[in-house]
Each structure stands twice: as structure tokens, then as C-alpha cells.
């Protein structure tokens, strides 16, 4: 089954607005980590925010911030004020036993 | 300041052909270490994990083998190379050392297979 899914294989946003990359997951395990990394067209992935599963608020990290909604099992990522350096593959994960990636959402961000 | 290298950045080689990639970390210890492939425009999947020297977890049956000689070092290893080993490896690792376990990855290699 899978663990992490992201159904968005690519999204088109605005520069200067805000943007939100879709993620799910399923766990029956009550202590997990929710992971977003980027990876830019040179390759390399680049973490971006960490949610706890017992976090009571939205990890927020700059224009980055997590909409997690631990009863849908979603764990969004919002990207506010986007910019074109934002462009790039955008990688839902999740930890319990080990690290699961979702197949990535590819955002295109227009002048 | 923890870092993570890999090398090379870029290897053609042909079919039949042996592979050694190397993976280092720095500034920190006994780190948990993890090897990906992630094939064209595809997600990650993880190939191997350590936790320790000497201890090599496989989660993908295949002509690749993994090592840990050393606390800071992860080798890539395959005696014969397939097609189907083109791809692009990422390695990463992990403190474990409280709070999330977040894996911190390396700018990996691009592998050619022809």
C-alpha cells in the first residue's frame, strides 16, 4: 500500500502568489515525522519543514508552511508568494520505521 | 557544520562494468547513512541503509552491494553493471540524535549505463 501520495505530478502558479502541493499518507504507527524536500533541476534535495505527528501546530518555515490535517492524514505544503527560483520538484516523505517519498509534484512558478 | 559528499558528480560507463561510488559525512557521528536511486523524473528509492559500521540493511534485491568501512563513509558498489542501473544516486544521512530523524542528502551522481 502506498504510504505517501501525491496526486499533483505537476502544478502551474503565478509568481507572487501562493501555491499548495498536495500530500497524503497512511500510518497506523501514532509517532511520525512528515518531511518536504525540494529538488531543483541540478538534482540535489533540499529539506525544507518538519511536522511532527504530535505537533499541535503548523511548522512554518519562512514562505514555507505544512497544512497538517492529522485526521485526513493530509500534510500540504504551502509555498506563499512564490517566486521563479521556487520552480522545481516538490517531495512529500514520511518517517516511522523508515523514510517513504511520494512520486513528487513538479510546480512550475510564471513570471 | 555537517556536510555530506559524494563522488564522482557525473559516470558513463558501460554495461558489464564494475561501479564504486563513495558517499562521506562530516562534522558529525555515527550518523544513520542511506543510499537512493531515483530514475528519470521518477520518485526515490531507497537501496540501502546503515546504522552503524559494518551494518548494511538491503531493501531492493539487485546487482548492487553497499559498505560501510568506516563511521563516515558509505560505499555504492556492483561487480557488473546492467542498463537498468542508470539513474540518479543520492546519498544521505541521518543524526538520529533526537528530535526528527531528518535526512540530509548529498548532491548525488548521475549514472550512465550504455
Known amino acids: 500500500a502506498q504510504k505517501i501520495t501525491q496526486t499533483q505530478p505537476g502544478m502551474f502558479v503565478q509568481e507572487k502568489e501562493a501555491v499548495t502541493l498536495d500530500c497524503t499518507y497512511d500510518t497506523s504507527d501514532p509517532s511520525y515525522g512528515l518531511f518536504w524536500y525540494k529538488q531543483p533541476s541540478s538534482g540535489e534535495m533540499i529539506f525544507l519543514i518538519y511536522?511532527?505527528?504530535?505537533?499541535?501546530q503548523n511548522a512554518t518555515e519562512g514562505r514555507y508552511s505544512l497544512n497538517f490535517q492529522k485526521a485526513r492524514k493530509s500534510a500540504n505544503l504551502v509555498i506563499s508568494a512564490s517566486q521563479l527560483g521556487d520552480s522545481a520538484m516538490y517531495f512529500c516523505?514520511?518517517?516511522?520505521?523508515?523514510?517513504?517519498f511520494g512520486s513528487g509534484t513538479k510546480l512550475n512558478v510564471k513570471p | 557544520s555537517q556536510t555530506i559528499h559524494q563522488w564522482p558528480a557525473t559516470l558513463v560507463q558501460p554495461v558489464g562494468s564494475p561501479l564504486s561510488l563513495e558517499c562521506t559525512v562530516e562534522?558529525?557521528?555515527?550518523?544513520?547513512l542511506y543510499w537512493y536511486r531515483q530514475a528519470a523524473g521518477r520518485g526515490l528509492q531507497l537501496l540501502f541503509y546503515s546504522v552503524g559500521i559494518g551494518q548494511i540493511s538491503s531493501e531492493v534485491p539487485q546487482n548492487l552491494s553497499a559498505s560501510r568501512p568506516q563511521d563516515r563513509q558509505f560505499i555504492l558498489s556492483s561487480k557488473k553493471l546492467l542498463l537498468s542501473d542508470s539513474g540518479f544516486y543520492l546519498c544521505a544521512y541521518a543524526t538520529g540524535q533526537g528530535g526528527p530523524d531528518t535526512q540530509y542528502f548529498g548532491p548525488g551522481t548521475r549514472l550512465t549505463v550504455l
Open positions: 562534522g558529525t557521528s555515527n550518523p544513520n
Open positions: 511536522q511532527g505527528s504530535y505537533d499541535q
Open positions: 516523505a514520511i518517517h516511522f520505521n523508515k523514510f517513504y
